[in-house]
């Protein structure tokens, strides 16, 4: 089993920053892949970045390309997302994820094995 808890989430002004941290605990040996998605009230979840545990290859949405910065730090076992120049629409719940049967970064939420509880960040105009 694998445990992930979100940290940071809060409310913030158009184009002020975020960062986002995600905590795993458990099996951490058996993460191939690690990711952040959100959901907006009424919409379907939805793929933001991932990266994958061992290359540190990184995937972005086009709507985070520019602005958001998926990382991690191997000693914490902690996942980060920096959010920049944020809009009202970036507006979700956001959810950490983590693959432990697949080594690469799906944007489908399918595939993915465990989740965290979500931080809501919330962008006023």
């Known amino acids: 089993q694998v445990q992930l808890v979100e940290s940071g989430g809060g409310l913030v002004q158009h184009g002020e920053s975020l960062v986002l941290s995600c905590a795993a605990s458990?099996?951490?040996?058996?993460?191939?892949?690690m990711g952040w998605f959100r959901q907006a009230p009424g919409k379907e979840r939805e793929f933001v970045a991932g990266?994958?545990?061992?290359?540190?290859?990184?995937t972005y949405a086009d709507s985070a390309k520019g602005r958001f910065t998926i990382s991690r730090d191997d000693a914490k076992h902690t996942l980060y997302l920096q959010m920049n120049s944020l809009k009202p629409e970036d507006t979700a719940v956001y959810y950490c994820?983590?693959?432990?049967?697949?080594?690469?970064?799906?944007?489908?939420?399918?595939?993915?094995?465990?989740w965290g509880q979500g931080a809501q960040v919330t962008v006023s105009s």
């Open positions: 994820a983590a693959r432990i049967r697949g080594i690469y970064v799906l944007q489908d939420p399918g595939p993915w094995d465990y």
């Open positions: 990266i994958s545990w061992s290359g540190g290859s990184t």
């Open positions: 458990g099996r951490t040996f058996s993460i191939l892949a």
